[in-house]
Each structure stands twice: as structure tokens, then as C-alpha cells.
């Protein structure tokens, strides 16, 4: 096979050359009508416009307490992937990434939650960690450190003077 035998699996359909004049095959109008707001060159309505009946936008009552911009947002790791490491191991953010199991960190940090069994001995170092993972990392004799996010806000917090 050579590069100029190759052929495209579905033959390429012609573009339609509107607004070309009579013999383009789309008429004086070039398909668009005779006269109005959508025969225009920029012209048509929004999608959201409904004729001049009140939108739904507006009609729909806006009711409530939302708290959603101030929502944390944790990458979340459960307690059975931390069998991953030996026994008496320092568990930190960068060993994390070193084992692949964490790939990225979301805007709060890296939250332990207590899922699965823990059969280690393990110094965990994290952003957050749940109460119940927290317990069952000293019930075997671990201990656990809550380590500072430095999110962006906090860093530019810091250069103010």
C-alpha cells in the first residue's frame, strides 16, 4: 500500500458554497427566505429565546442556599491500598506518587477514608484523614500526621505584605 492509493472509508461529501449567487444551486436567497431576522448575515435568536414568552430561566424560582463554591474537593485513597506498602513505612504524598497510587492531587489535597482493612504498621502523612481510618491505623500501632495543603490561595495569601 502506497500513500497515494490510499482512499477514505467514506468518500468526502461537497460543502455547500451558500451565498454564491444563482448558479451555486441555492438561488438568490442562497436557502435562507425572502425576508426576516434569520435571513440576515449574523441574524437568529438565541438559543434560549422563546419568542418573547417570559424564559424558563426566569419563570423557574431561584430558591435556596447553595454553598457550592466553597465545596472542598479531596483526592480520595482508601485505607486497604495502603497494604501496598512494608510494615513500619512512612506513607507521605510523594511515596504515593511513587507506588502510582495516587496520579493526581485535586484542589484540597489527598483524603484517607476508612475503607477496607489495614494489616500494617504504617506512619501515614496526609491532607485529611477519617475518623474511622484514623482508628484503625493506631489500632495496629501507626500514627497518623495531618500535613498543610498549600493551595494557591494560601500561597498568595503569603506574598502580601
Given at each position: 500500500?502506497?500513500?497515494?492509493?490510499?482512499?477514505?472509508?467514506?468518500?468526502?461529501?461537497?460543502?455547500?458554497?451558500?451565498?454564491?449567487g444563482n448558479?451555486?444551486?441555492?438561488?438568490?436567497?442562497?436557502?435562507?427566505?425572502?425576508?426576516?431576522?434569520?435571513?440576515?448575515?449574523?441574524?437568529?435568536?438565541?438559543?434560549?429565546?422563546?419568542?418573547?414568552?417570559?424564559?424558563?430561566?426566569?419563570?423557574?424560582?431561584?430558591?435556596?442556599?447553595?454553598?457550592?463554591?466553597?465545596?472542598?474537593?479531596?483526592?480520595?485513597?482508601?485505607?486497604?491500598?495502603?497494604?501496598?506498602?512494608?510494615?513500619?513505612?512512612?506513607?507521605?504524598?510523594?511515596?504515593?506518587?511513587?507506588?502510582?497510587?495516587?496520579?493526581?492531587?485535586?484542589?484540597?489535597?489527598?483524603?484517607?477514608?476508612?475503607?477496607?482493612?489495614l494489616t500494617?504498621?504504617?506512619?501515614?502523612?496526609?491532607?485529611?484523614?477519617?475518623?474511622?481510618?484514623?482508628?484503625?491505623?493506631?489500632?495496629?500501632?501507626?500514627?497518623?500526621?495531618?500535613?498543610?495543603?498549600?493551595?494557591?490561595?494560601?500561597?498568595?495569601?503569603?506574598?502580601?505584605?
Amino acid at each position: 500500500m502506497k500513500l497515494n492509493e490510499l482512499s477514505p472509508s467514506v468518500p468526502r461529501k461537497n460543502r455547500k458554497r451558500i451565498g454564491r449567487g444563482n448558479s451555486s444551486g441555492w438561488g438568490k436567497s442562497a436557502g435562507k427566505g425572502s425576508n426576516g431576522q434569520n435571513s440576515r448575515a449574523g441574524g437568529g435568536v438565541k438559543p434560549y429565546f422563546e419568542g418573547g414568552q417570559m424564559p424558563i430561566y426566569r419563570r423557574v424560582p431561584k430558591r435556596g442556599f447553595s454553598n457550592a463554591i466553597f465545596k472542598k474537593e479531596y483526592t480520595l485513597l482508601s485505607l486497604d491500598l495502603l497494604n501496598n506498602f512494608e510494615d513500619g513505612e512512612v506513607v507521605s504524598i510523594e511515596t504515593l506518587f511513587d507506588k502510582f497510587l495516587v496520579k493526581s492531587i485535586k484542589k484540597d489535597g489527598i483524603k484517607i477514608l476508612g475503607n477496607g482493612e489495614l494489616t500494617k504498621k504504617l506512619t501515614v502523612k496526609a491532607h485529611k484523614v477519617s475518623k474511622s481510618a484514623k482508628a484503625a491505623i493506631e489500632a495496629k500501632g501507626g500514627t497518623v500526621e495531618i500535613v498543610e495543603f498549600g493551595g494557591f490561595e494560601k500561597v498568595a495569601g503569603n506574598n502580601k505584605k
